[in-house]
């Protein structure tokens, strides 16, 4: 499955008619057993953007995993993004408190306690 099978699925998401929570339980994506934080962020958020999809839209999603790891920020300096990325890490790092509070950590509907944020790396 490449992003571009999702389509019908992002169209739904753009329209306004599909909210996280319904996305994330979509049969398509379920097969993919990947961590919750990277379904939203890689795909609900940026799955669709013509950027993002000419960087991504050839790999089989089926053939990613993942797997939580803690990054040193340092560690970010000499981290590759996609070519269609090049200045975001460094942008980011214009406005660090713009991006944590844009992005707060979302609660967990069973317990209301923050879920918290790792980073999540494709191997």
Request: glycine share 8%; proline share 6%.
């Amino acid at each position: 499955m490449k992003l571009s099978d999702l389509s019908p699925l992002m169209a739904r998401r753009q329209d306004g008619g599909l909210s996280y929570d319904r996305f994330r339980v979509d049969p398509a994506l379920a097969s993919l057993q990947w961590p919750d934080d990277v379904l939203e962020q890689f795909l609900f958020d940026h799955g669709d953007k013509a950027a993002f999809v000419y960087d991504y839209g050839g790999i089989d999603l089926h053939d990613v995993t993942w797997q939580l790891e803690m990054i040193l920020a340092a560690d970010f300096q000499e981290m590759p993004t996609g070519a269609s990325d090049a200045g975001c890490i460094e942008s980011f790092a214009e406005k660090p408190v713009h991006w944590v509070t844009v992005r707060p950590p979302r609660r967990s509907a069973g317990t209301g306690k923050n879920t918290g944020h790792g980073c999540a790396r494709r191997s």
